[in-house]
């Protein structure tokens, strides 16, 4: 049996253990969780009268009888607990809150139900981190963890149960807020500024005790790559304030959350005028190569996830850390937490994630040629292969039944087996499905995409102008990063007047926005994470130059469909060099926490 490594403490050990323990008998352990499952849930309707389980708890009966499922298939159920009906519809166990998706239905964010026990499970996943990683880095119990950690705005559904992002759950539970100290575990944010709503005030607040904790910062992360660069652009922005807070031993006024206050002033107890002389040092020559290694010069790794949609910042990361490692340490999302990189100091292009067999059941949905088996199309039934089962080197469809009720429910993620860790799987991940545009957890699909550019270009026709074709960039070395929308347009009648003037291009942008999905208006206007559409208008025959590139790289003339994003660099190059005007939404789009009707 492989053995993962010298465990750092006798707790690590324990952990270890558990590693060893289930990824050994991955398929057992599925065994035993589907049965849980099915027996916790027998008597919810679902699999009572929708399936006709009949108690059933062995995978035949399960497989046989469950069907696969998306989250439209299951909407009805969800949207009946969401409105306060509160019989066992999906699960045998009292659904506690909804964790809200960052992928979208009809433009919302999607329901995802949970149960008290799933955070026990969260924290079981959690607590497997650290041991895994103190095999690869020593001495990370001598130092403090500088993590920018956020909570998000949070509504209540018709029938009163809490929706808000599966972090903020997190954070804001007993398992978070009253964790036991653990010398692996240290965080410079005080517990207050991470709870505090006001993105502002909090990201102030946790900056500002990073930088006093400087010296003994061993690692500097956030959830999310975009995260980490947000929080380098705010150093960028308010250093200044910063170090004179740090100087004086005062906090800035615009920090007025009282529990904030308290929690900072517990950390800056005195004026530290060498700490600002450092800061302004490290940061007024406008010089911000390797600015996370100057101000941390301690720091050993970045814990950041890169891969995935996150991919894209990788050298922008690499840029401002001076070529910190940076380790991916979890795979995860609302509906269940699935696994973690067992190597989490191996490159970003390496990263595959082991997915713990006892989080849910897991089933996969073979790829072939790039579609899912079984299609629509054909209607032949969907085979799917249980984990222990998937065959290296193959791409899978991720499909999860879980205690909180979901059942044979398709993620959307897709997977690439790349080894076993044991007699459990190793996955890379490949992609998330339908996914046209991301720039921080917004998913914009091709269909959105092209309801936007719709929306907006009928506000063109009173120039006589229509858009001809376009494509999309996410635009990620600015921070925030923003939505390229490229156009190429056609106006009927000659003369430098008939143009659409820059308000109405203007204008444009904004009708885009409004036309995106809550995700990426939340982004928008709440916390600041996306930055201001931006329509580049290219000059007459553009597409075509695109189509002779692409034909002359090989495609097929009669295949060829104009990509609605892009994200090859010659293209974009060439794209970039026929634009005759750039234009910004000039305001944010309306959001509000409760959805839209
Ligand atoms: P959400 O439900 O909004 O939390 O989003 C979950 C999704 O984020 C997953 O289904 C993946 O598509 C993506 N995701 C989560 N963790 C990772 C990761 N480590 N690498 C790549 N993508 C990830």
Redesign the pocket.
């Known amino acids: 049996m492989a053995a993962l490594g010298v465990a750092a403490c006798e707790k690590d050990a324990e952990m270890l253990a558990l590693i060893e323990e289930l990824t050994a008998n991955a398929g057992r352990v599925q065994e035993r969780v589907l049965a849980e499952i099915l027996t916790q849930n027998s008597e919810a309707e679902y699999l009572k009268q929708k399936c006709d389980l009949g108690g059933a708890t062995d995978r035949a009966t399960f497989k046989a009888k469950v069907p696969v499922v998306t989250y439209e298939d299951v909407r009805p159920e969800i949207q009946r607990i969401a409105d306060g009906d509160c019989s066992a519809i999906l699960s045998g166990h009292p659904i506690t809150e909804f964790l809200t998706?960052?992928?979208t239905s009809a433009g919302e964010r999607k329901l995802?139900p949970t149960i008290q026990e799933e955070l026990d499970r969260k924290q079981l996943l959690y607590s497997l981190l650290m041991p895994v990683m103190n095999l690869y880095v020593d001495g990370l119990d001598k130092g403090m963890g500088l993590y920018f950690l956020f909570v998000k705005a949070e509504s209540k559904t018709a029938g009163g149960l809490p929706a808000r992002?599966?972090l903020t759950s997190y954070y804001k539970s007993h398992h978070f807020r009253h964790r036991h100290f653990d010398p692996y575990n240290v965080y410079t944010s005080p517990t207050a500024a991470v709870l505090c709503p006001d993105a502002f005030q909090s990201m102030y607040a946790q900056m500002l005790c990073g930088l006093h904790h400087r010296l003994r910062v061993l690692r500097v992360g956030a959830v999310f790559a975009s995260g980490l660069l947000r929080a380098i652009r705010f150093l960028q922005l308010h250093w200044r304030q910063l170090a004179h807070d740090i100087a004086t031993g005062t906090l800035t006024p615009r920090v007025s959350d009282p529990a904030v206050r308290a929690a900072v002033a517990e950390v800056l107890t005195r004026p530290d005028a060498a700490l600002a002389e450092v800061i302004e040092s490290e940061c007024a020559g406008g010089d911000w190569a390797g600015i996370v290694a100057r101000i941390w010069p301690n720091t050993k790794y970045l814990d950041v996830?890169v891969?995935?949609?996150?991919a894209q910042y990788i050298p922008t990361l690499e840029f401002y850390s001076g070529g910190l490692p940076m380790a991916?340490t979890?795979?995860?999302?609302?509906?269940c937490y699935f696994g973690l990189n067992l190597r989490p100091m191996c490159k970003p292009g390496e990263v595959s994630?082991t997915i713990m067999p006892n989080m849910a059941y897991f089933e996969f949905l073979p790829l072939e040629d790039g579609l899912s088996s079984g299609s629509a199309a054909t209607g032949a039934p969907l085979q799917l292969v249980d984990l222990a089962r998937v065959e290296v080197g193959k791409q899978y469809e991720l499909v999860i039944t879980t205690y909180a009720g979901l059942c044979r429910y398709r993620?959307?993620?897709i997977l690439q087996v790349t080894g076993f860790y044991n007699s459990a799987p190793e996955f890379r991940?490949v992609r998330?499905k339908n996914v046209l545009l991301s720039i921080e957890?917004d998913k914009t699909d091709e269909a959105e995409l092209q309801r936007a550019v719709e929306r907006a270009s009928a506000l063109l026709r009173r120039w006589g102008a229509s858009v001809v074709d376009y494509t999309s960039q996410a635009e990620t070395r600015s921070i925030p990063g923003h939505y390229v929308i490229y156009w190429e347009l056609l106006v009927r009648s000659e003369g430098e007047d008939r143009w659409p003037p820059k308000e109405a291009l203007e204008a444009c942008c904004l009708e885009m926005e409004e036309a995106m999905n809550s995700v990426y208006r939340q982004s928008r206007a709440a916390d600041g994470s996306i930055g201001p559409l931006e329509i580049r208008v290219v000059r007459g025959g553009t597409f075509e130059e695109l189509m002779d590139y692409a034909i002359g790289r090989g495609a097929s003339i009669n295949q060829y469909k104009v990509p609605r994003a892009v994200a090859f660099e010659p293209i974009i190059e060439l794209l970039d060099s026929r634009v005759v005007g750039a234009y910004f939404s000039p305001a944010c789009p309306k959001w509000t926490p409760q959805p839209r009707n």
């Open positions: 998706s960052s992928g995802m992002p599966v996830i891969t995935g949609a996150m991916c979890m795979y995860a999302s609302s509906e994630y993620v959307g993620d991940f998330r957890s």
